[in-house]
């Protein structure tokens, strides 16, 4: 069986990858990370395969690539992991910023989708604007029309979804940390890239 030819580099869909990619690895500490030019061509094989991919909205598009970007360098480090068996992990930090700040707001990207998926189990709604906001780098105003809900709305989802991941996050004892409800107030304490803005 023959290789798959090469993405075509002036593909609109290619050129959006690109930018993703840059915008996921720039948050990465991991000196084996993929360069973005071998994730992006990764994560377009596995696109390519997927006719729905065409059919979407912009943002649709763009919050479907960076999902499939996040899982696709989720599976090589996993897979690097596991042939390392315990080597250094990749540091990223979920602030709006795209440049990550210092290795005390750092957090592991293997950890992150772990959370990001266990948030997706008890609300869905709030990791997908995790995912759009996050990983596909849209505002809140192209949140809120992607999803059809008011920008306020899609803020208060943001900042809920931010304080539960930064809760499950810095749970130290490994076990899962009390979330607070979608409607509570916002937890208190220290500034953390996680933590809602007060």
Request: aromatic residues 6%; hydrophobic residues 35%.
């Amino acid at each position: 069986m023959s290789p798959p030819p090469p993405p075509d580099i002036a593909d609109p869909r290619y050129q959006e990858l690109r930018y993703l990619a840059r915008r996921l690895l720039s948050f990465s500490r991991r000196l084996d990370d993929p360069e973005p030019t071998e994730l992006v061509h990764e994560c377009f094989l596995r696109l390519a395969r997927h006719d729905r991919w065409l059919e979407l909205s912009d943002n649709e598009k763009r919050a479907y690539a960076a999902r499939s970007l996040r899982n696709t360098l989720t599976d090589l480090r996993r897979a690097a992991s596991a042939a390392k068996r315990g080597g250094y992990q990749a540091r990223l930090t979920l602030d709006d910023q795209e440049v990550a700040v210092d290795d005390s707001q750092a957090i592991d990207l293997l950890d992150l989708s772990a959370a990001l998926e266990d948030l997706a189990l008890c609300y869905p709604h709030h990791a997908h604007v995790v995912e759009l906001r996050y990983f596909g780098g849209l505002d809140l105003t192209a949140v809120s029309e992607l999803l059809s809900i008011s920008r306020r709305a899609a803020s208060h989802d943001w900042n809920f979804a931010r304080a539960w991941l930064h809760r499950r996050l810095s749970d130290s004892s490994g076990g899962m940390a009390r979330e607070p409800e979608p409607d509570g107030p916002a937890p208190e304490g220290p500034v953390d890239p996680l933590a809602p803005p007060a």
